[in-house]
C-alpha cells in the first residue's frame, strides 16, 4: 500500500552546500510543482543518479533500484538486450514515488521518451542544443530558431525547453506509433541538414574539440532505453537550477538565460505562465511521409 507520507531521513542535509540548499527544500520544490511535473513523468521508467554526499560529492547512475527499495514503490522491469538483465527501474507516478527519489538524493529525473505500456514507441522527438561554454548560450538560441524552421517545413510543431544546463531541449509531441528507429533517423536528417545549412554555427559532431563553438544539435537520445532531464527536474549545479519550459517570443527575444530559472524562482514563473509544456503531453503530429529524410534530402542532392 502506498503511504500517505514519505518520510524525508536527514532533511537538514546540504544538498547545494554552497547555496544552503537542503534535501527538505528540494523535497518542498518538487511537492509544489508535482501537479504539473508528474503527467511528464508518469508511467516513464527512471534512471536514478543519487548524490549521497550532494552536488559537490560523488554521484552515480543507478538502471535498477537498490534491493532496500519498498515493496510499494512503483516499478517497470526492464530487460536489457545486451546481456538478458533484468533492471527494476522506478516510476515516478505519483508524489509519494517522487519524494522517495528524493530521499535518496536522486536530484535529477532523468525518464524514458516512451511510456512503460508501449515502451518501443516514443511519445515525442527531442533535440539537445548543446553548448561547449556557458556564455555561447545566445548561439544555442539562434540554433533553436533554426530547428524550429525546419520543423515548420516538415509540419511539425515543436516545443524548447533550457535544460537546467548550459544548454536547450526542443520536444517534438507524436502520436505513438513511430519506433525509436523512425524517430532517430527523422532527429538525424533535420540535425544533418542544418548542419549542411549553417556550417558555421551548426555541428553534429559530439567532440567539443572538434565542434569548437558551434552548437552541436544532438539526435542521439533518441533511443531505445535513452533518456533525456525531465521538464520541471532540478539539476545538481550551482544555484540548484531548474529545467524550465520556454515561450518561442523569449527565445526570439534572446534575453533568457539558464541561471534564471531555479528551485526558488521557477514556481513563481508557473504561477505566472502556467504550464507552458502542456501541448507535449497532447501528442497527435505524424512524421511526415519517409519519416522526412525524402522531404529534407532532395535539397541537397546533385
Not at 26 to 45: K, T
Not at 73 to 85: K, N, Q
Not at 167 to 193: E, F, K, M, N, Q
Request: hydrophobic fraction near 40%; include cysteine; proline fraction near 10%.
Amino acid at each position: 500500500m502506498t503511504p500517505s507520507r514519505v518520510l524525508l531521513t536527514h532533511p537538514d542535509k546540504l544538498l547545494w552546500p554552497a547555496d544552503g540548499i537542503t534535501k527538505a527544500d528540494l523535497a518542498a520544490y518538487y511537492e509544489r510543482v508535482a501537479p504539473v511535473l508528474l503527467p511528464h513523468v508518469r508511467d516513464r521508467p527512471l534512471v536514478m543518479r543519487p548524490f549521497p554526499q550532494g552536488i559537490s560529492g560523488r554521484s552515480f547512475y543507478r538502471q535498477s533500484l537498490p534491493r532496500t527499495a519498498p515493496g510499494w514503490l512503483p516499478r517497470f522491469t526492464h530487460v536489457t538486450a545486451a546481456d538478458g538483465r533484468a533492471n527494476l527501474m522506478p516510476l515516478a507516478s505519483c508524489l509519494q514515488a517522487l519524494l522517495w527519489l528524493v530521499n535518496q538524493a536522486a536530484i535529477e529525473l532523468h525518464p524514458w521518451l516512451s511510456r512503460i505500456d508501449e515502451p518501443a514507441a516514443p511519445d515525442f522527438l527531442v533535440f539537445d542544443l548543446d553548448i561547449v561554454r556557458a556564455e555561447l548560450f545566445p548561439l544555442a538560441l539562434e540554433a533553436a530558431l533554426l530547428v524550429r524552421g525546419e520543423l515548420r517545413r516538415l509540419g511539425l510543431a515543436g516545443y524548447p525547453k533550457t535544460s537546467g544546463g548550459d544548454g536547450l531541449h526542443i520536444y517534438v509531441p507524436l502520436a505513438r506509433g513511430p519506433g525509436y528507429d523512425d524517430t532517430h533517423r527523422t532527429a538525424l536528417t533535420v540535425a544533418r541538414s542544418l548542419e549542411t545549412d549553417h556550417p558555421r554555427l551548426i555541428s553534429t559532431d559530439p567532440r567539443p574539440a572538434r565542434r569548437k563553438d558551434r552548437v552541436m544539435v544532438d539526435y542521439a537520445q533518441n533511443a531505445k532505453g535513452h533518456t533525456t532531464v525531465a521538464v520541471y527536474s532540478v539539476r545538481p549545479r550551482p544555484g540548484a537550477p531548474v529545467s524550465m519550459p520556454l515561450r518561442w517570443e523569449e527565445v526570439e527575444q534572446g534575453a533568457i538565460r539558464p541561471a534564471m530559472f531555479t528551485i526558488a524562482t521557477a514556481p513563481q514563473r508557473l504561477d505566472a505562465l502556467g504550464e507552458l509544456f502542456s501541448p507535449v503531453l497532447a501528442g497527435g503530429q505524424r512524421l511526415p511521409p519517409g519519416n522526412g529524410s525524402g522531404a529534407v534530402d532532395a535539397r541537397h542532392r546533385g
